[in-house]
Structure formats: structure tokens, C-alpha cells
């Protein structure tokens, strides 16, 4: 009886490039009995280089703005253009990639409080001095133009926002109202929106990108107000303790909305029971101004008036990290890029801050060896992010003295409250007051 045995050279077995014969690995846990050990080790090594190797903030754009960045708006059809507009009324357009100005037009007298970008790629700007104007950065001749259409309101713009499909866009004041950029000759507006009983200045508005005829907005008499367009209508009224500064409808989930509040906290809200929040987000020392979704819906940016930027995990009541520089000012605008990989800060110091999503990332092509290891220590992370001392380490940051004492000082008065309001209720009669929950108290109440 004849057998052949089956052979393979040794090449065959070998790393590329060399003639060094490969082990066989026995995966027997048995075998193994100080891996878990060593994974640990790994972990923890992997904690520390993360951290070693932060540097989130990457540059400048340009040379920035001669007065402070008060609002910023990205190109949804471009990752190199970004526009921002400054308290002088001068309005710029960048290329993010070179970070050099593309285009610059002095389109308002006073503060500009809105932007955004039309589904044929030209700008609209609305400001304090009761104008809407439209640019064409594009096809510009030079990079100071003069504006191709202008609308005139009753009184100051405090924001803008565009339909997702349609020509309308919604410009906010004493009331909403809403424009069609196929009528660029008439100054009135084709619709005009309001709470009936309201009379304060709406500060912001927002269209639903996922259900386009749902708007929101936010006014100086702390209500957070739902419009249908399909009726014309107010749909819903909701008193906050405090009033909203920014809101950001969720990409990926039609009826979630984020509020950056004067209380420091953001809110998110689902707009079918707004009786809760769905969480608060409770890092800030100061007034939130403004708040950002991340393209995924899984990650927001706020920036702060304690001169600082923070992201969050949707699902996480605390800050992921936070993001300041020994000159950076009040920050009034934050923006994600639609790639997922950069934000944008506009400050009240007049510039425009571009920063890594993620702080210890870095781009550019990595070979398939450093992918696998970058993949393999962010599942060690996951897997032992329990740890005291990893925890400790993946949480730690520098913050600025001025951030830390206040937090210091929010955090005492916080618990005295906390203090009051349980000695209130153990000393009262039964059932007479009860326990509300913290994604309850900022609501104060409902309107139909």
C-alpha cells in the first residue's frame, strides 16, 4: 500500500520578505494562563499612548475674523467649504483644506446671526439690520461680491434655516417667516409663523432634515415652540426653566432635538412627550451656545461661554472630552464636518478653530499591520475600560484654573440644593411633595 504524505514548503508558511518559518498557535485556554494578565498590561499601555498623544486642536483658518465668530455653516455638499459670519456683518468662505479664504463679502451693517447654504450651492446671510441677503461664493468673479438678492424684514434676524427639499428657507425675529428663494424681488414673506400668545424675540430656529415639514424654535421667553408647515400651525409650546441659546435636530432620529440652555446643560428631547428629557448633558460651567449633532447622530459638540468646547456621547450624561486654548474666547458657534473627522469652533477672539473629532486620532493611509493594532487596543479598551486605574487615566483632563474652580463652586452649590430639596420633602406631610426627576425639572410647562 502506497501513502503520499502532504507537504508545503516553508515559504508558503512565511511573513512576506522573509525565510523565518511561522509558529503554529495553540489557542487552548489552558495554554494560556496568564492572558488575561497581559491583555490587561496591553490595555492599560494603550490608555496611556492615547492620552500621550492628544492633540486635538489643529489650526486656524486663515487669519480669521476682525470681531467675533457668531455663527458658521457647512456646505452639506462639500467637505472643503465653510462659511462664518462675523459680529461687523463680514462674511467669509473657506477652504477647509488649505484653510485659506475663497471668498469675502461685507454683506450686513450689524451682526450676522444666521447662515445657511442653498441646494444650489449659493450662501444666504440674515442679520441685526433686517436683511436677508444671497451670495453665490461659487461663481463669484473676485472674492468680494456684491449680493445677487436681498429680503427685507420687520425687525432684527436672530437666525436661519433652510428646507431639505424645497426652496423655502425660515428666517426667525418677533416671528418666523418663511421665504422662497423663487421670489427674490418680493420683501414679504409667503408665510409667516407664531405662538399666538407669545410677543418675546424667537432667538433660533430649525428645520427637521428628516421630517421636513416639523420647524422648531426657541425664544427669550424660555418656551421651545413646534410648527407644521403642512397646516401653518403651532403644534406644540414648551416653558423651560431657562431659555435655549441653539438647537440641532438628530440626523439619524426624525424626532430627537437637542437645547443648549442658559443653565448650562443641554437637552435632548423627544418631540412626541416633551414632559421629559431623554437625557442632560451637565459639564458646562457657563451658558451653552451652541450645540451640533455629529453626520452619525451618535456624537454632539457644544461650545460654551466659559471659553470652552465639549463632545458628548449621545447616550452619556458627561463629556467624552473637552477642547480649549489659552486664547480662545467665548465660543458662540461649533460645527461638525460632514466626513465625521474634524469640528469647527468660532470664538468671540475672531477666529475659526478647526480640531480633530477625535483627539489622539491622526489621518492619513496606515498600513493594514497598524490598522489591525489600532483595532485590537480599541477592543482591549472596551473590554477593560472598568478598571480603576484605566478608567482613571481615559477620564483625566487638563482644564483651565477658571473651568475647574467654577465647577468646583457649581458642584457645592448643586448638592446644597439637592440637600434643601430632601429635607423639604422628609419634613413635609406625606405625599405632599415628592421626588422630581432630574430630566424633569426643566420643564415647568405644556402648552396645546
Known amino acids: ?33 496568564f ?32 470681531d467675533g465668530v457668531y455663527s458658521l455653516c457647512g456646505d452639506p455638499k462639500s467637505l472643503e467649504r465653510l462659511a462664518s459670519g462675523a459680529g461687523d456683518g463680514t462674511v467669509k468662505v473657506w477652504d477647509t483644506g488649505s484653510r485659506e ?74 416671528v418666523i417667516s418663511l421665504y422662497d428663494l423663487n421670489r427674490p424681488s418680493s420683501s414679504k ?15 433660533t430656529c430649525c428645520f427637521n432634515q428628516t421630517e421636513t415639514s416639523i420647524l422648531a424654535s426657541a425664544g427669550n421667553d424660555r418656551s421651545l415652540v413646534f410648527y407644521d408647515l403642512r ?22 432620529e426624525a424626532f430627537n432635538i437637542a437645547v443648549a440652555s442658559e443653565d448650562h446643560n443641554i437637552y435632548l428631547f423627544d ?19 451652541s450645540v451640533a449633532w455629529s453626520p452619525t447622530g451618535q456624537e454632539l459638540i457644544s461650545g460654551s461661554y466659559d471659553r470652552s468646547i465639549r463632545l458628548w456621547d449621545r447616550s452619556k450624561g458627561h463629556s467624552r472630552d473637552i477642547y480649549h486654548t489659552k486664547r480662545m474666547q467665548r465660543v458662540f458657534s461649533v460645527l461638525w464636518s460632514p466626513d465625521n473627522s474634524y469640528v ?19 489621518q492619513g493611509v496606515k498600513s493594514a499591520r497598524e490598522r489591525q493594532k489600532l483595532e485590537y487596543d480599541e477592543k482591549l479598551k472596551e473590554r477593560f475600560g472598568h478598571m480603576p486605574e484605566i478608567k482613571r487615566i481615559a477620564r483625566h483632563r487638563h482644564l483651565p484654573q477658571q473651568v475647574k474652580k467654577a465647577g468646583e463652586i457649581k458642584t457645592e452649590e448643586l448638592k446644597a440644593i439637592k440637600r434643601r430639596e430632601e429635607n423639604e420633602r422628609r419634613h413635609s406631610k406625606k ?7 432630574e430630566r424633569e425639572k426643566m420643564v415647568l410647562n405644556t402648552e396645546e
Request: net charge positive; aromatic share 8%; charged share 20%.
Open 271 to 289: 418631540m412626541r412627550n416633551l414632559s421629559r428629557a431623554l437625557n442632560v448633558y451637565r459639564d458646562h460651567v457657563a451658558a451653552v451656545m
Open 431 to 437: 405625599g405632599k411633595t415628592r421626588r422630581r426627576a
Open 101 to 174: 479664504e475663497v471668498f469675502k463679502a461685507s454683506a450686513h451693517s450689524n451682526i450676522v446671526k444666521g447662515l445657511t447654504w442653498t441646494h444650489d450651492r449659493r450662501l444666504l446671510t440674515a442679520a441685526a439690520d433686517k436683511t436677508i441677503k444671497l451670495f453665490d461664493p461659487y461663481n463669484a468673479q473676485n472674492t468680494r461680491s456684491a449680493p445677487t438678492a436681498t429680503w427685507l424684514g420687520q425687525g432684527a434676524f436672530t437666525s436661519l434655516s433652510m428646507h431639505r427639499t424645497s426652496s423655502t428657507f425660515a428666517a426667525s425675529s418677533s
Open 1 to 33: 500500500m502506497k501513502i503520499k504524505a502532504l507537504s508545503r514548503s516553508t515559504a508558503s508558511i512565511s511573513a512576506p520578505g522573509s525565510d523565518v518559518s511561522r509558529l503554529p498557535r495553540n489557542l487552548d485556554p489552558a495554554a494560556h494562563p
Open 189 to 203: 414673506p409667503t408665510q409667516t409663523l407664531h405662538w399666538p400668545t407669545s410677543v418675546d424675540t424667537i432667538t
Open 344 to 362: 469647527y469652533s468660532g470664538s468671540d477672539d475672531g477666529n475659526v478653530r478647526v480640531w480633530r473629532a477625535k483627539a489622539s486620532a491622526r
Open 231 to 252: 397646516t401653518s400651525s403651532p403644534l406644540h409650546k414648551t416653558i423651560l426653566t431657562l431659555s435655549a441659546n441653539s438647537l440641532a435636530w438628530n440626523p439619524m
Open 35 to 66: 492572558a488575561q494578565a497581559r491583555e490587561y498590561t496591553r490595555a492599560l499601555n494603550a490608555t496611556k499612548m492615547e492620552r500621550m498623544f492628544a492633540a486635538p486642536f489643529i489650526g486656524q483658518l486663515g487669519y480669521g475674523h476682525e
